[in-house]
């Protein structure tokens, strides 16, 4: 059962919080054995219906949600509040269920005696292990507050970027997926009328006129199963990427695309050099910072760059040779800074310069991708409706000419 409970801590502080326990006794025992003097423990009601259940098996914590958790905790703690104290307050202020039920756990691992760190280690799905090493050194330095920043402004410069990739790449998606069914509402219903004028009127029909006219025949019949195996076909395609044995082909590609290549390539370099910065900012050894940022790039190639760069450095090599003999994937700009950084002993400064430029450029091109995709498209949506056009148009011209 869950319970919420007020009690006074030794320096006289009156807290309030929430914890499960079997009952009222066995949590009041719970609180004293933590030195806590229990002032009202009352039961909370819980919502069992259907659609409550439901809610919170598809709950989760946006990174919208995260980036707010680490700036108003980081501010609190700046401010002069107890860890415990700042937890208590976010979890009232709270909107998000599952959120509060992770204050609830981290406030009691911080009652117990445990560390934020520790804590936040029990939701492998919320917290990354860069966001749970970063707090973790923050901890060991005594700069935790400092530590919840910097993660609250890596969150949002991730997250600022990957809804401006987003963000360009709906409008041609948009585009397409407009095309797609309008080009299949026009089979169905313009063609079928079109081909019973030209087989009344006994006209010779030329290939691409019969290649349209048996497409429309068949979307006419299948309307709905055609919707059906196009809305297949896509999640089959999205479910086709995902997977494991397709992911070494899909990440070969992705950075070899026209356009969109060169985006990933350089989205990548700016993750890599922001993540590692951070952590050797933070405290955080070498060796660590490489084998954290491993689990923060998604492409496998770059995961093997990266752990090329973990044996360099433990060979006692300079890890920025991993990078400079990875051309096609890491510019040869990261790897001179990261050598430079080596040498001067300023190695987090200069990643940070080199995050700092990518993410700079990746803004720059993600403004101008739609102005570039949409010629392009054009182009296509043109060479498409002409074709249609001609195979249906050149028929009518042979009608007029038996005519005349």
């Known amino acids: 059962m869950l319970f919420s409970y007020k009690a006074k801590l030794k320096t006289g502080e009156i807290i309030e919080s929430v914890m499960e326990a079997t009952n009222r006794f066995t949590l009041a025992h719970e609180l004293r054995s933590r030195e806590l003097k229990p002032l009202s423990i009352n039961q909370k009601k819980q919502n069992l219906n259907f659609l409550s259940f439901f809610g919170n098996f598809f709950s989760k914590v946006s990174v919208e949600e995260l980036i707010i958790f680490t700036k108003n905790l980081s501010g609190m703690l700046r401010a002069g509040l107890s860890l415990y104290r700042a937890l208590s307050v976010l979890q ?8 509060n039920k992770i204050l609830i756990s981290l406030g ?180 660590r910072a490489v084998e954290i940022t491993q689990d923060v790039v998604q492409n496998m190639y770059y995961k093997k760059v990266l752990n090329q760069a973990k044996l360099f450095i433990e060979r006692g090599a300079p890890f920025s040779e991993a990078f400079r003999a990875n051309p096609d994937l890491f510019p040869v700009m990261m790897s001179e800074m990261i050598q430079v950084g080596e040498e001067t002993g300023k190695l987090s400064d200069m990643l940070l310069q080199v995050a700092l430029f990518y993410e700079e450029e ?40 038996n005519i005349n």
């Open 108 to 287: 009691n691992d911080i009652n117990s005696g445990g560390t934020l760190s520790s804590g936040l280690a029990k939701f492998p799905n919320i917290f990354s292990s860069l966001f749970i090493s970063m707090t973790r050194a923050g901890e060991e330095s005594g700069n935790l507050a400092n530590a919840l920043s910097d993660i609250g402004m890596n969150l949002e410069k991730s997250h600022s970027l990957n809804k401006k990739i987003h963000g360009a790449l709906i409008y041609p998606g948009v585009i397409l997926s407009a095309m797609v069914v309008i080009g299949v509402l026009m089979f169905a219903f313009v063609v079928p009328t079109l081909a019973n004028t030209f087989k009344e009127l006994g006209v010779t029909l030329p290939l691409s006129t019969r290649i349209i006219i048996a497409f429309g025949n068949f979307f006419s019949d299948n309307l709905i199963l055609t919707f059906v195996f196009l809305i297949m076909g896509v999640l089959g395609l999205v479910s086709l990427a995902r997977a494991k044995f397709t992911t070494r082909y899909v990440d070969f590609l992705i950075v070899r695309l026209p356009l969109i290549g060169t985006l990933v390539k350089e989205l990548n370099t700016a993750r890599t050099t922001r993540t590692m910065s951070s952590l050797l900012l933070s405290g955080v050894s070498i060796t």
């Open 92 to 99: 009232k202020q709270t909107k998000n269920a599952f959120l």
């Open 362 to 401: 990746i803004e720059n091109k993600t403004k101008n991708l739609s102005i570039i995709i949409e010629p392009i498209l054009m182009v296509l949506i043109g060479a498409g409706v002409g074709f249609f056009a001609i195979s249906m148009i050149s028929p009518l011209y042979s009608i007029l000419g």
